[in-house]
T-cell receptor, first 111, second 115 residues
Framework: DTGVSQNPRHKITKRGQNVTFRCDPISEHNRLYWYRQTLGQGPEFLTYFQNEAQLEKSRLLSDRFSAERPKGSFSTLEIQRTEQGDSAMYLC?????????FGPGTRLTVL | AQTVTQSQPEMSVQEAETVTLSCTYDTSENNYYLFWYKQPPSRQMILVIRQEAYKQQNATENRFSVNFQKAAKSFSLKISDSQLGDTAMYFCAFMKHDAGNMLTFGGGTRLMVKP
């Protein structure tokens, strides 16, 4: 069990640019979740996958956001035309049962 | 929709003392789980303790225990013999027992353990 990894750990971008984050879950975990956490707040659910199928998306996930999990392994979260309001920590979590394992997160700063 | 409320934004405790963090939630569900997660500064979130709603017995994990009051929709965390390494943000979280199993988090309590 090597844990959940996320890359990059930090991303600084200019408004209007596209960014992509990657999450590598624990290998036997079939469920993968993306959350967004703004400073001083609790994480908020964005979307989740069971294997390769994206089964639910939050209303927080605007049309500029897209997530994939090809082959049910790693997942990517892309934000197009970034806005300053997208600045946050993006957390990935995976699980097989009821206990989520979180990655270290990707901190996005949009200038 | 579920909501989770943590009414204490910040708390402090002396090393070796006991501290209790509060959490209330609102749901119409009968079958669910409750969790406390710890997020140390600049480090990833880790699970501290979990409670199944159908279990009346309060969960314990070493120095961590909960007081689960289902009727009152209250789920507090007690940390005994506080250690400096307990300094962190603590998040209470709710999970419905359904297909999605996503977490709904409270706003967090920042705990500072003082030497």
């Amino acid at each position: 069990d090597t844990g959940v990894s996320q890359n990059p750990r930090h991303k600084i971008t200019k408004r209007g640019q596209n960014v992509t984050f990657r999450c590598d879950p624990i290998s036997e975990h079939n469920r993968l979740y993306w959350y967004r956490q703004t400073l001083g707040q609790g994480p908020e659910f964005l979307t989740y996958f069971q294997n390769e199928a994206q089964l639910e998306k939050s209303r927080l996930l605007s049309d500029r956001f897209s997530a994939e999990r090809p082959k049910g392994s790693f997942s990517t979260l892309e934000i197009q035309r970034t806005e300053q309001g997208d600045s946050a920590m993006y957390l990935c979590a995976s699980k097989r049962g009821t206990g989520d394992h979180f990655g270290p997160g990707t901190r996005l700063t949009v200038l | 929709a579920q909501t989770v409320t943590q009414s204490q934004p910040e708390m402090s405790v002396q090393e070796a003392e006991t501290v209790t963090l509060s959490c209330t939630y609102d749901t119409s569900e009968n079958n669910y789980y409750l969790f406390w997660y710890k997020q140390p500064p600049s480090r990833q979130m880790i699970l501290v303790i979990r409670q199944e709603a159908y279990k009346q017995q309060n969960a314990t994990e070493n120095r961590f225990s909960v007081n689960f009051q289902k009727a009152a929709k209250s789920f507090s965390l007690k940390i005994s013999d506080s250690q400096l390494g307990d300094t962190a943000m603590y998040f209470c979280a709710f999970m419905k027992h359904d297909a999605g199993n996503m977490l709904t988090f409270g706003g967090g309590t920042r705990l500072m353990v003082k030497p």
